[in-house]
């Protein structure tokens, strides 16, 4: 079964960085567009970016933008989210999901999330 | 942006009996809405997508409905293994993704 495997996550100040990494196996990872949804404490699910399956193309939540960044090496099978300028509001377990494509009724590719990893969390506290 | 709104945010329910849950869109985003399941402490599993279809091993008291705007999650005879947080996710209009806040479900 396919494996989604977050590190990096841990304790950072209010202004600090951190760079999370996604090991993925048991797929073609080359061949999916990957994501990181987010989850504060107690809180629901926020979408936070997403990769094309070669890195060409990415999309930021307007929360993120300009602080993140996602890269992918396919060669190594690995997703990284780089976080810089971090928030308290950034505290949050981070999953990596892989996306899966399907041909709706209408014959229009969809993509839905088929697998998520565990999560890291990430705390941003003084 | 798509706003997604999950109904009721807790429903309390006897093991045994039928549970259903409510997500509905903004707009319309026509049968492209997956549900997931959240247990304490674990990442989010899918059980629906196409608002119908049931993912791989999920089993056949697991059953969604609709299209358009209104959505339905409904469990037929709830297990223990049952008792949990439920997200629907629109996938129609992305970028972004965006999920509703959460139905738990609760042991009555």
């Known amino acids: 079964e396919v494996q989604l495997v977050e590190s990096g996550g841990g304790l950072v100040q209010p202004g600090g960085s951190l760079r999370l990494s996604c090991s993925a196996s048991r797929f073609t990872f080359s061949s999916y567009a990957m994501h990181w949804v987010r989850q504060a404490p107690g809180k629901g699910l926020e979408y936070v970016s997403a990769?094309?399956?070669?890195?060409?193309?990415?999309y930021y939540a307007d929360s993120v933008k300009g602080r993140f960044t996602i890269s992918r090496d396919n060669s190594k099978n690995t997703l990284y989210l780089q976080m810089s300028s971090l928030r308290a509001g950034d505290t949050a377990v981070y999953y990596c999901v892989k996306d899966q494509k399907y041909v709706d009724t209408a014959m229009v590719t969809r993509y839905y999330f088929d697998y998520w990893g565990q999560g890291t969390l990430v705390t941003v506290s003084s | 942006e798509i706003v997604m709104t999950q109904s009721p945010a807790t429903l309390s329910v006897s093991p045994g009996e039928r549970a259903t849950l409510s997500c509905r869109a903004s707009q319309s985003v026509n049968s492209n809405l997956a549900w997931y399941q959240q247990k304490p402490g674990q990442a989010p599993r899918l059980l629906i997508y196409?608002?119908?279809t049931r993912a791989t091993g999920i089993p056949a008291r697991f059953s969604g409905s609709g299209s358009g705007t209104e959505f339905t999650l409904t469990i037929s005879s709830l297990q223990s293994e049952d008792f949990a947080v439920y997200y629907c996710q629109q996938y129609n209009n992305w970028p972004p993704y965006t999920f509703g806040q959460g139905t738990k479900l609760e042991i009555k």
């Open positions: 990769i094309s399956s070669d890195g060409g193309s990415t």
């Open positions: 196409g608002a119908s």
